[in-house]
């Protein structure tokens, strides 16, 4: 049985159903670790499920570089598409939500309504752009920290997250262990590879030289489009493998190219496709600042990666994927042995899976099974 | 001991010295696999060592895709820059020039010298640009066949080639199976993985939309060269592995950038220069065309791999690397099993290398003495 048959096993667990963003607004000067600082915080965020009279059944779900806060339900009854992980999310879902009180924010730095460089400054009136202070994970961490303050909660039952949402939930239990019942990382190592910011750094080259970027200050509708679906087709196939590609769409062909150059292959068509919608919902400016984020990301800094992690109370569970060639599994494994090292309770899974790094967004029973029952544990 | 260490111990051989490319031009029309034609063929090459009165110790060296016709010595003593196979071809090398004549041309469909979209098509005194034929690796070896035959070279002792270049050499053992005596193919699968056809997709994708290109009628000095240095980093990236990436450059950084997105780490350094250096000698219509032939190329069809390959007579090896992830030692294998499986003379080296696919470029004796002796065999 592969993983879609499986899949198909699975009884239908209930729907969030519709949901509606929210926004935090927090009026004092947020300060980044690099020294910078804007005047305002804004934090989008979605809750599903219900906060108990003791507020400890929290749990935090961080996205990837390129998600958003909308993980689970939909907008309208007329809209389609749901929320990015909604076969994850929900009553009776691995991440229940009849049980659970889910928070997922938008990432500090993004476009999809958190402060990011794209946000009007409230001081100028315009967006920061380039004037939006260098980003680190540990600030996106502590901008959510402020989100979770304003809604009360001391304690999360758990932070869960995968790619950029795992760096997040790693930064999370070294920076607030006080604050994390338990966490699960996904796809996620303790630093990038010099082939990972090799990647990053072109795609950034790829928007930069976009003589639509301005500097950054493009106006929306004249942005480097060009660039940043480029980019995007290029990371999107590092997030795959090419088991997954191949399987998928192998050399099949679409009907014969008219022009040079016109889509010849499925897979074109597909990537071509990815860059083009990309560009309707993501800032270029926002994917610069990100991916830096990403780039810098290094838990053996500023010393060992024993003594970044020494700080972790929280049992962990740590997700690796066999495909995964983005975020390969050794630099998972290195993690928990790290963790181990120190005593500390982690646990390691490797799934075997051909979607790359992209496994933790698939329907994967033995992927909610893992999930499930380590937050029930 | 690594492969440099080992290299230390090779005695120095001869060097071919100082060397001149010569013009084979064909007055007569040259038409293409695809039905489109030309008024003339020309083919830029270099020759080394002398080509004996029995007209039969020839080698054909076929370049990569990046690759030229200048694969040995130098053009001036003030010159440092030497041919890209230097180390492989020279008195006493592997492909040891006392011995045999060289000849390596610059590929249809290229940019250095040979026929390509560049060329000044002499019916219009203007470029072809995008009215060049489509082009696939079999008219490449056509061409090259038809120098062959204005040198009066009946058969070649050997054909040799690495990526690209190993895919002429197996068209040229498939359709021309009278004239090769032996064949090497190196870094070189039996056709594109979906994973090669989406990288080199994503390339000519940030050259199309470059506002440069302009349907491909570009003027020289107003070359799409962002896009063409984009479509370079992230191609470098694939001919590299992890692992050499990681060992090279890992997360060392360079003086802290002072812009926002300024080089900070020496990866990115390396690759930008990488970009940079490469619109200096290389056209992006050539590179548009000639990443569309090796896209096109599959020797599954029009009939099985089997089918395709039975006209092979002569001896042959390939070699795959083990790093290698864009041609995967997977797919040299199974074009071995395939000539193997016909009953044919082949031989199959897979050599332990960190360099990627790039490892045929590298300077390492295991790959000296596998080419040396199989040439001699």
Redesign the interface.
Known sequence: MNDSEQAALIPDEGEVGIVEHQDFVSAERFRFESGGSIPELRQRYETYGRLNAAKDNAILICHALTGDHHCAGVYSLEERKQGWWNFMVGPGKPINTSKYFVICSNALGGCQGSSGPGSINPETGKPYN?DFP?LTVRDMVRAQSLLLDSLGIERLHAVVGGSMGGMQTMQWVIDYPERVGRYIALACGA?????A???N??G???I????GWQQ?NYSTDAAPD??L??AR??AH?TY???VG??S????KRRASAKE??DV??E??SY??YQ?KSFVTRFDANSY?YLT?AL??F?LHSPESLDATLSPVTAPGLVVGFTSD?LY?PQGNRELVEALLRLGKDASYAELEMDYGHDSFLVRAPKLYKLIRNFLER
Request: charged residues 30%.
């Open positions: 380039l260098k630093r990038h590879t010099a082939q910011i090799a990647f750094d072109t950034r080259q790829a930069i030289t976009d003589p950054g060009q660039g679906a480029v087709m290029m196939i795959l493998s090419d590609m191949q998928k769409f192998g050399r040079h150059f010849e292959f897979v074109e990537l071509r860059g610069l830096k780039d810098r290094d060639w390969p």
